[in-house]
């Protein structure tokens, strides 16, 4: 009996690799789909769900931020538009900073008294702005 068994493990062993490499994208989607049910109590996580909207930006920025918006559920207006005309800020990312924290902006100012005043200037105008993140949303020519 132990014979019969010994033989007939590897063709189990080829028989399940075949099936499982077959199969693995499926079994692999709905592992996804019962993780993020289990811990974010819908489809796709965050960050899917946030790349799923890049294409709403290339149609209109409005529009990828209304969208925006809903996917995080701030629908209370934490996410604006930062008009580009605004050229406090476009300077400010000139420089070839790609992002805008106030709070690592206000730690910088805390701690450096020889700040250079545009740094204080854009300070101040997220705070009247109430804005506290700064993303740039760039198109293909940069602008």
Same mark, same amino acid.
């Given at each position: 009996m132990e014979l019969y068994h010994i033989k007939?493990?590897?063709?189990?062993?080829?028989l399940w690799t075949l099936i499982t490499g077959?199969?693995?994208?499926r079994t692999l989607?709905?592992?996804?789909?019962?993780?993020?049910k289990t811990i974010y109590h819908k489809k796709g996580n965050p960050?899917?769900?946030?790349t799923k909207i890049i294409s709403?930006?290339?149609?209109?920025?409005?529009l990828g931020i209304s969208k925006l918006n809903?996917?995080?559920?701030?629908?209370?207006?934490?996410i604006v538009q930062v008009s580009n005309k605004n050229q406090l800020l476009r300077d400010y990312f000139k420089t070839g900073r790609n992002i805008l924290l106030k709070q690592d902006l206000d730690? +910088?100012?805390?701690d450096n008294v020889l700040a250079d005043n545009h740094l204080h +200037?854009?300070?101040?105008?997220?705070?009247k702005m109430g804005v506290t993140l700064v993303v740039p949303i760039l198109d293909e020519s940069k602008k």
């Open positions: 007939e493990t590897p063709f189990f062993l080829v077959f199969f693995w994208h989607r709905l592992v996804r789909l019962f993780a993020n960050v899917e769900n946030i709403e930006f290339k149609i209109s920025t409005d809903t996917v995080i559920h701030s629908n209370n207006g934490i730690v +910088l100012l805390n +200037l854009v300070s101040e105008q997220l705070h």
